[in-house]
């Protein structure tokens, strides 16, 4: 049986859980697309490219930027969003560990 200090060991941050979660849709993976190549973008550029409105872009993105995977910048009125590849690298890493503790490759079962 599990302890509450292993259960505690084995979970997810919140940093961590936050990546997963903004991964976890089909259209937050396609709105990541349009960053391909170093691509800085504005809402409205990526709701066109993504066949989406402005809002539901926004709300998007939020998740994106709180999951580590977009950073924004702001000029005059607009907002440019851009990949955060440092960001990105450590939560892949940080799930890395998270996943060799909990799931070790030499576990059988």
Known sequence: METATESDAAAVDQATADFLKALASETRQRVM???????????????ERCGLKPSTTSE????????????SRKEGKQVFYRADGPTMAHRLDALEEYLLHCCPPDCTG
């Not at 697309?33 to 709701?47: D, H, K, M, P």
């Not at 998007?60 to 950073?71: C, M, N, S």
């Open 33 to 47: 697309q349009q960053f391909a190549g170093g691509r800085e973008l504005t809402v409205g550029e990526i709701a």
């Open 60 to 71: 998007h993105l939020t998740l994106l930027r709180r999951g580590g995977l977009v950073l």
